[in-house]
């Protein structure tokens, strides 16, 4: 009888192309960044460049006093704070850099912050919580509104524009894609995110202007061109307004073989998944009238819900999250049935809290939750050794 096969061994992580070593794998992760950092300049112009240079020097002064401060300090390294400062300037609105006022101390108590959350998960590789997310939801909390984008350049005036150098958006012009819109004489439009609208049809506070307000008339007349979060167009944060430039950039780790594809595909395919199928208002009358999918009126229609679902994960930070931070080393579990479990268990959390919590920080929150399961998966599906 012959002797039975070795058991083939799972890899604990994604194999890279060639020999890499940490500063090798920052720098990828700067490389890949490259892609929305520069969407982001082009349409927030100097401000923008003034909040992810603001992000990273006080990251760096203050990783240079906390690298003093007992043994934890000393696992503090730049390459790992700076790459952490860059992800969070990426994740914040560029009207931070406004006139002297109150909101430019928000950009150095994000760099405090985030040292000192690297302080106390111990450096490199410390902890399932990922410092800047983690920051980044304390900014949320202590801040709120005053991190809400509101303000994007005109194509005439890319990067060489001022974002505080606004009139108010023509609502006439909503449904005409940013890319084609006329010239116009300030630098800037003063526009309500669509995020901001999705949250309040979908968390139900939605006031109807008139006696009912069906899901197709807001999708019709008060939502941008798709094309306008795709390519451009939309407030949002410095590294999440161009979802091709994201997409790009996640990409390139992929190509790198820094992340695993499992990660990004299948979180974003049981967010939509999900999206479809949880229930939404069909209508807003004096209240929500919710439907779960296989229950939904048939004026609404899948060509409807479809159009909906396309919406709500472009508006929101999703793919920019599924591809660089969900991904990261300290967050994901080591074997590959772990990460399929965390990126689905993802997917779906990121779903439920973009519709009935908010689209702009949804994802995060989501992945924060995922995260905390990692150690138990690692526990469940244990890696086979290699020998």
Not at 74 to 94: E, S, T, V
Not at 144 to 161: D, Y
């Amino acid at each position: 009888m012959s002797e039975a096969a070795p058991a083939r061994p799972v890899l604990a992580s994604p194999v890279p192309r060639g020999e890499i070593g940490v500063s090798g794998f920052y720098l990828t992760h700067f490389l890949a960044a490259v892609f929305p950092l520069t969407a982001g300049l082009l349409l927030y112009g100097w401000r923008a460049a003034a909040v992810v240079a603001g992000v990273i020097a006080s990251a760096a002064i203050w990783a240079a006093i906390w690298r003093r401060i007992g043994p934890r300090g000393r696992m503090i390294h730049y390459p790992h704070a700076l790459w952490f400062a860059l992800l969070l300037a990426l994740m914040l609105p560029a009207h931070l850099a406004q006139p002297p006022g109150n909101v430019w101390a928000i950009i150095a108590v994000a760099g405090l912050l985030l040292v000192i959350l690297l302080w106390i998960s111990g450096g490199l590789g410390g902890g399932h919580l990922h410092p800047v997310l983690a920051t980044y939801l304390l900014l949320v909390i202590c801040f709120g509104e005053l991190l809400a984008p509101h303000r994007i350049l005109n194509r005439s005036h890319l990067l060489t524009g001022d974002l505080f150098r606004t009139s108010l958006a023509d609502a006439r012009a909503i449904n005409v894609p940013w890319i084609a819109r006329r010239h116009s004489a300030s630098d800037a439009d003063d526009i309500e995110p669509a995020a901001e609208r999705l949250t309040r049809y979908t968390s139900g506070h939605e006031i109807p202007q008139r006696k009912w307000l069906p899901l197709q008339a807001v999708l019709r007349d008060s939502l941008p061109p798709l094309e306008d979060f795709i390519v451009a167009g939309q407030p949002g944060a410095i590294g999440v307004s161009s979802v091709v430039a994201v997409i790009i950039g996640g990409l390139f780790l992929l190509y790198r073989g820094i992340i695993d594809y499992r990660i990004p595909l299948l979180s974003c395919i049981f967010a939509y998944l999900a999206l479809l199928i949880l229930p939404i208002p069909a209508v807003i009358t004096e209240g929500p009238q919710w439907r779960w999918a296989a229950f939904r009126s048939s004026a609404i229609g899948w060509s409807v819900d479809v159009t909906f679902v396309n919406y709500e994960i472009m508006a929101s930070p999703l793919i920019f999250t599924a591809f660089f931070l969900a991904t990261a080393p300290t967050l994901r579990p080591m074997t590959r049935r772990g990460r399929t479990i965390y990126a689905i268990v993802f997917g779906i959390l990121s779903a439920v809290l973009q519709l009935y919590v908010s689209v702009p920080v949804g994802p995060y929150v989501a992945l924060l939750i995922a995260s905390l399961l990692s150690p138990e998966l690692d526990r469940w599906f244990k890696a086979r050794p290699l020998i």
